[in-house]
């Protein structure tokens, strides 16, 4: 399956952004889904899953209560809601799919889009 985020961009401190995963094909949807960020410098961090039903959620303590993942399995499509942004929330975003992945290790997941950047400005 391929997957291709889309979304990213240029966003003020404190502002919105909603960033989206659309993978090639519906079998998508028995796979669990992650987000993955990856700031300049640093390792690629884990920031929020979703299982393949959609029930269970994971989040990053440093996003809790700010971002919100959803998926619509009609549209093999992956989002990812996030409020209340901070500088430290700069990086290139990544998704992530597979068959039961352990969840926060990203050499657990199979496929992964290319990445959409996501800049917060002071």
């Known amino acids: 399956v391929q997957l291709v985020e889309s979304g990213g961009g240029l966003v003020q401190v404190g502002g919105s952004l909603s960033i989206s995963c659309a993978a090639s094909?519906?079998?998508?949807?028995?796979?669990?889904v992650a987000w993955f960020r990856q700031a300049p410098g640093k390792e690629r961090e884990f920031v929020v899953a979703?299982?393949?039903?959609?029930?269970?959620?994971y989040y990053a303590d440093s996003v809790k209560g700010r971002f919100t993942i959803s998926r619509d399995y009609s549209k093999n499509t992956v989002f990812l809601q996030m409020n209340s942004l901070k500088p430290e929330d700069t990086a290139v975003y990544y998704c992530a799919a597979s068959f039961s992945p352990r969840t926060m290790i990203p050499s657990s997941y199979r496929y992964w889009g290319q990445g959409t950047r996501v800049t917060v400005s002071p």
């Open positions: 094909d519906s079998t998508f949807g028995t796979y669990a």
């Open positions: 979703i299982s393949n039903s959609g029930l269970n959620t």
